[in-house]
């Protein structure tokens, strides 16, 4: 690692089955991007990968490896060209792999063929950076750290996997992020909720690995409730509203909140949580059970088609 850039982690899939003790899952915030980065180098679709926040990760191959970059567009460069990213590649030993900065989009995602060799914590290798625990040390990458992987010469035939460009999801500065309204969201007044779904709030510099802060109109709670409830149990894309009436939107390093839950974005649209930047514009739109469902289905049928691609290929 000759730069770390401003937050790299290493994050797989996430660590689940332990909220009820208060650890977090942890994890990709683009769970999409890092299971294809991993399909591109022949790992399997869980493993282990950088997650690279904005800008300047930097380093060099000790030994030859497939790699693969997807998610956010932070401009890659193999030594001095630019890098095709959502495509697998051999880095040779001594090649210097950089990022310059964002184009668009928040996280990218680095695959290494052969995954990355740290132990299983509480079934994951994610880093936990509040508790110090997971990834290397559970701590953010650093200059001069080494990663290892498991026999990546295995994998060097995997160059030149590509992901259909069709199936790439678009990275913009304006989303709209599906929902489902509750479970709380009687406490809200109907023009509360009508605010919710008619308005565009701007991504807060407050945002981290934990939660999204919106600025944007006041949503407005019945009067006869208090601004914040008894703490419980939440999960990723949970929407919450503190008492200012400015909607967070929940991602992967907690599991309990005190405010009540107007709503909670849909599985499908999750990974793209992991993709907006203090700035961006987000609207929100209402959708059924039955059109959620559909949606994380059209998602898990891009996957498998490109794993049966690759079977055959």
Known sequence: MLAPGLLS????RGRFGYGRYGVPPSGAIDPFSLRVANLLVDNPEDE????????GLKVRALTDAAIAVTGADLQPFLNDEPLEMWRSHVLKKGDILSFKGVKS??????AIGGGISLPVVMGSKSTNISSKFGGLEGRPLRGGDILHSEAPRFHLLAEGRRFPQGWVPPYGKEWRLKVIFGPQDDQFTERGKETFIGSAYQVSPQTDRTGIRLAGAVIERRPEVGES???EGVISGTIQVPGDGQPIIILVETVTGGYRKIATVITADLPLLGQLRPGDTVRFKQVSLDEASQALGEMEERIKRFKEGLSLS
């Open 48 to 55: 282990a990968c950088l997650e690279i926040t904005l800008l």
């Open 105 to 110: 989009g928040c996280r990218s995602y680095l």
């Open 9 to 12: 982690t290493i994050q797989d």
């Open 229 to 231: 409830i008894i703490s």
